[in-house]
């Protein structure tokens, strides 16, 4: 079939299906053959109910999609090539890898065009991995960052982890379960903090970005950083290759430990890492041995004091024995002494005592008389002065008083000139709103209720209008 125009301005016309169906047979002309194709699953589409899959196949260039198709899976093509796929990556297809297929071009009328997937190779993709890998790491080792962080200096008993993991991962788990059984056992103390992220895929990177960067502005909280998660193929760590995420854990201000799974081919994460294990619990072993350690140091070192602090114990109760008998006899001989002395010391001075006291009473004596003297001579110049006073005191008080009495009674006439009653039987008002006195217009608007007190009654009244005083 031959879509021309026909002559003569006449319309030869087709149906769609017969379009459909001339461009199949074309292609299927073109297309005999199959083609192995290098692609990357943007998505999966695996039905499990059907067991049928249809992968969303795309190119990128510079981070742009330049091609674009879809792919079929039939469900015995896709079990086959999943068994095979698992036991070389060690994981099953997914989204967002980049795979070398077989397939055949197809195009069916209702369906459109697609390609027909025969087979993948698995050792492509892990082959793109390891290139990528290997760019990484020459990246690192050009900027000197591979042993960036094991240079840092880790306490010597570190208990402040900052874990990065999954909550519901078994790895994170296992290590939560080591630590708890020290704590108990051991008597082990630890604090940890779990920051969640994502620990597989391309959501992987940004996610553990993200916590780092957490854990960076609260970096004086802790010890250590502790990434770690379940096993998983080369595929599922295909993250901690990435060059961003390995440039942050080698750069990171506190020791990276990394558990991240059971691959026997350490990522790049894991290379410029303080401390890389296996498994998440060869992290917590590491961490627990120290202290295990130190307090079997502390036991150790317990029981040479106790037996160094007996063994000096007994040598000062001896001493003390021995400095208790002397000073017994010493004393005694003092005590002997000094009762001597005493003895006769007191004779000394009772009878130097008797001599004095004989002395100072013949001085009191003669200064009683003279005290007698001034007394009685001071005494009556003070009645004197007490009698004249009194005088002056009874004069001015006088006085006073009756100026006083003067002013207080212009007082009470003021006050009573003053009362409101007074002022209110003078002509005056009081005009109040809500019981508080008006003092100025502006204090009252318009549709206010007003009351009026005057000396006899009271008044309502509600305003109309107002002028203010400079009106």
């Known amino acids: 079939m031959h879509l021309l125009s026909m002559p003569d301005n006449s319309k030869h016309i087709f149906s769609l299906y017969q379009v459909c169906k001339d461009i199949e047979k074309t292609l299927d002309k073109r297309y005999k053959y199959g083609y192995w194709i290098k692609a990357e699953i943007n998505k999966l589409n695996h039905y499990t109910r059907s067991g049928h899959c249809y992968p969303e ?64 190779d698995p050792n492509y993709t892990v082959g793109d991995l390891m290139q990528a890998k290997q760019k990484c790491l020459e990246k690192l080792k050009a900027a000197s960052l591979m042993d960036r962080n094991k240079e840092l200096r880790l306490p010597v008993l570190p208990q402040r982890i900052a874990i990065i993991s999954v909550e519901t991962s078994k790895g994170y ?42 854990i960076k502005k609260l970096q004086h909280h802790f010890d250590l950083v502790a990434i770690i998660r379940g096993g998983g193929g080369e595929v599922g760590l295909s993250c901690f290759n990435d060059h961003q995420l390995a440039k942050s854990i080698a750069t990171f201000p506190l020791p990276v430990f990394t558990g991240i799974g ?6 790049v994460a894991e290379m410029v890492s303080y401390y890389n294990a296996i498994t998440p619990t060869k992290i917590a072993e590491y ?23 007996q063994y000096q114990l007994n040598e ?51 200064s009683r008389h003279q005290l007698g003297y001034q007394t009685s001579k001071l005494t009556a110049k003070a009645s004197d002065l007490v009698r004249e006073q009194k005088m002056l005191l009874r004069k001015y008080t006088g006085r006073s008083l009756e100026k006083d009495q003067e002013e207080l009674e212009n007082f009470r006439k ?25 003092k100025h217009s502006s204090e009252v608007k318009p549709g206010d209720q007003l009351e009026t007190v005057l000396f006899e009654g009271k008044l309502k009244s509600t305003v109309n209008k107002k002028n203010n005083k400079d009106e």
């Open 57 to 120: 196949l795309v190119e990128k260039r510079s981070n742009r999609i330049v091609a674009q198709i879809r792919a079929v899976i039939w469900k015995t093509d896709f079990e086959r090539i999943e068994k095979k796929f698992k036991a070389v990556a060690g994981e099953p297809l997914k989204d967002d890898i980049k795979i070398l297929l077989f397939a055949y071009v197809d195009y069916h009328p209702q369906y459109g065009l697609s390609l027909k997937i025969r087979d993948i």
């Open 173 to 214: 788990a296992d290590f939560i379960n080591i630590l708890e059984h020290a704590e108990k056992e051991q008597n082990i103390g630890f604090f940890r903090f779990l920051f969640p992220a994502i620990l597989q895929g391309d959501r992987a990177i940004r996610s553990i970005l993200r916590q780092l960067n957490r």
């Open 262 to 267: 059971h691959s026997t081919n350490r990522t």
């Open 287 to 309: 961490l627990i041995a120290p202290l295990k350690e130190q307090k079997l140091d502390l036991v150790e070192l317990q029981e040479k004091v106790f037996n160094s602090s």
């Open 316 to 366: 000062q109760m001896q001493q003390l024995y021995h400095l208790k008998k002397w000073m017994h006899n010493h004393s005694k001989n003092q005590l002997r002494k000094q009762t001597n002395q005493q003895e006769q010391l007191l004779q000394k001075v009772h009878v130097h005592s008797m001599f004095r006291i004989k002395n100072e009473g013949h001085h009191l004596e003669h």
């Open 414 to 438: 003021a006050v009573r000139y003053l009362h409101p009653d007074q002022v209110l039987k003078r002509g005056y008002s009081i005009t109040r709103m809500n019981g508080r006195s008006i």
